[in-house]
C-alpha cells in the first residue's frame, strides 16, 4: 500500500460526459501528478501540482482540468469524454516539486461506452 | 512522448533464473528510475539511479546506467513467481518535475 488513494476503482460512462476522479495524496507529500495509461499511448504524463499551484504540464488534453486543494487532495476532471479516453488513470505523490520517486495510486479504470 | 525504448518486450524465464531488462532514453538525465507494475494496478517504485553513479544494488535488484550510451539495465537474480510484472524505467531530465516512462518489459517467471 503507497498510501496514495484514488477513488472510484471504475467508472463507466457514455461519450459526451464529464467525471471526476480523486486523488489523496501520502500524507506530508505536498506534490501530486497525473498520468494516463493506456495501450496504444503507454504511460504518460497529464499535470502536475505542488501546494495548490500547477507546476508542470504535459500531454494534458484541453477538455481536461486538474486542481489541488487546500487539503492537498486533487481531482482530476475530464469532460466531453470520447472512446479513446477510456484507459487507465494514475495518481502519484512525492515529496517536493522536484523529480524524487513517486509513490503510485491503485488507478481509476475510466470506461467510455 | 515517450523517452524510453525497453528491450525485451517480453521476458519468460524459470523461477530461480536471472533476468535482465535495458532501457535506452533519449536526453540527459538528472536520474533514472525503475518501476513495477502487476497487472492492472499502480506503479511500485523500484529503484533510483542518479545520472553521476554507475551501478547500484537494492536487494535482488541491480541497476547499472551508462549516460554515454544513453541506456540503464535492470537485473533481478534469483527471481521468483511473485517477480511476475511489468516493469518500467522511467527519467527525470532538466526542470522537468514528471516522469517519462518507457514502454516496459513484460517478465513472466515461471514456477
Known amino acids: 500500500d503507497s498510501g496514495v488513494t484514488q477513488t472510484p476503482k471504475h467508472l463507466i460512462t457514455a461519450t459526451g460526459q464529464r467525471v471526476t476522479l480523486r486523488c489523496s495524496p501520502r500524507?506530508?507529500?505536498?506534490?501530486v501528478y497525473w498520468y494516463q495509461q493506456s495501450l496504444d499511448q503507454g504511460l504518460q504524463f497529464l499535470i502536475q501540482?505542488?501546494?495548490?499551484?500547477?507546476?508542470a504540464k504535459g500531454n494534458i488534453l484541453e477538455r481536461f482540468s486538474a486542481q489541488q486543494f487546500p487539503d492537498l487532495h486533487s481531482e482530476l476532471n475530464l469532460s466531453s469524454l470520447e472512446l479513446g479516453d477510456s484507459a487507465l488513470y494514475f495518481c502519484?505523490?512525492?515529496?517536493?516539486?522536484?523529480?524524487?520517486?513517486?509513490?503510485f495510486g491503485p488507478g481509476t479504470r475510466l470506461t467510455v461506452t | 512522448s515517450q523517452q524510453g525504448e525497453e528491450d525485451p518486450q517480453a521476458l519468460s524465464i524459470q523461477e530461480g533464473e536471472n533476468a535482465t531488462m535495458n532501457c535506452s532514453y533519449k536526453?540527459?538525465?538528472?536520474?533514472l528510475q525503475w518501476y513495477r507494475q502487476n497487472s492492472g494496478r499502480g506503479l511500485v517504485h523500484l529503484i533510483l539511479i542518479r545520472s553521476n553513479e554507475r551501478e547500484k544494488h537494492s536487494g535482488r535488484l541491480r541497476v547499472t546506467l551508462d549516460t554515454s550510451k544513453k541506456s540503464s539495465s535492470l537485473l533481478i537474480t534469483a527471481s521468483r513467481a511473485a517477480d511476475t510484472a511489468s516493469y518500467f524505467c522511467a527519467t527525470a531530465s532538466g526542470s522537468a518535475r514528471q516522469l517519462t516512462f518507457g514502454s516496459g518489459t513484460q517478465l513472466t517467471v515461471l514456477p
Open positions: 502519484a505523490s512525492s515529496v517536493a516539486a522536484a523529480t524524487y520517486e513517486q509513490y
Open positions: 536526453t540527459s538525465i538528472n536520474n
Open positions: 500524507s506530508g507529500d505536498l506534490s
Open positions: 501540482y505542488y501546494n495548490g499551484e500547477e507546476r
